[in-house]
């Protein structure tokens, strides 16, 4: 008995295994489905805004947990830092509104540095 699924906010789903021997295997995804998947839903919205707006040059490389490695010409790092801020703000806001979003972005000069 109980929920057959779990929906991120934007309404992706995942199917819950049932039966008493994955309990705890479905309480674990009724508490982090939510949190988890609306954060890589925010993430792969970022991700989206920020192609659709970056200049020519600029070229999203990877994604790692919840950070992206963009690649940018060195004349517009500055600017596609605060461009990377800004799309992942609002794409995480759009999906926790009543969450206050923080994101950190740092210009390196190679991925080691980052």
């Not at 991120?8 to 819950?16: A, H, I, N, S």
């Amino acid at each position: 008995r109980g929920c057959k699924e779990v929906r991120t906010r934007t309404g992706r789903r995942r199917l819950l295994l049932g039966g008493r021997d994955n309990e705890w295997k479905r309480f674990t995804a009724l508490v982090n489905t939510p949190v988890q998947g609306g954060c890589a839903d925010g993430l792969k919205r970022a991700m989206i805004d920020l192609a659709s707006r970056a200049g020519s040059g600029v070229r999203i490389v990877s994604t790692v947990h919840d950070e992206l490695i963009v690649e940018a010409p060195r004349e517009q790092a500055e600017a596609v830092k605060i461009l990377v801020e800004e799309c992942m703000k609002n794409a995480m806001a759009t999906i926790f509104p009543e969450v206050p979003i923080v994101v950190q972005a740092k210009v390196a000069e190679n991925w080691g540095g980052k």
